[in-house]
């Protein structure tokens, strides 16, 4: 009995996966406001509770902007069936993402949180 409870709890633990910033894992749409005030907070305390952006990019006006993303999946029910899995299987989960645009001080302008479902399926 031992050994079927460690075998399925693999297989569920198998199942799931994790990418990107890890500090957007418990944040949503509605608590983000929380953390960032537009005209108050700084790069500094972005930094602070968020990390290091994924990416940095730059407006024609030369406004930087900090994006980070979050991805959690995990595998389909199908997925678990063999044969069909090739077919019917897939993953299913949500994408998280954070745009924070800063003025010239370096304080936030403007921010964006959005978290969306992604799925993907095998052979379609």
């Known amino acids: 009995m031992k050994k079927l ?8 633990l198998a199942g799931c996966a994790t990418s990107g910033n ?5 944040v949503s749409e509605d608590n983000v406001t929380t953390r960032i005030t537009e005209g108050v907070t700084t ?18 006006s030369g406004l930087e902007t900090w994006t980070y993303e979050f991805s959690k999946v995990h595998l389909t029910g199908k997925s678990y069936i063999p044969i069909v899995n090739i077919w019917a299987g897939g993953t299913t989960g949500t994408k998280k993402e954070l745009v924070v645009l800063f003025d010239e001080k370096g304080i ?3 921010y964006a949180m959005n978290e969306s479902k992604i799925d993907s399926k095998n052979g379609s």
Not at 5 to 12: D, H, N
Not at 22 to 26: D, H, N, P, Q
């Open 22 to 26: 890890e500090s957007l894992k418990y």
């Open 108 to 110: 936030v302008k403007r």
């Open 5 to 12: 409870v460690l075998i399925t709890s693999l297989v569920l």
């Open 43 to 60: 790069k500094a305390q972005i930094k602070q509770s968020f990390g290091s952006p994924m990416k940095t990019t730059f407006t024609d």
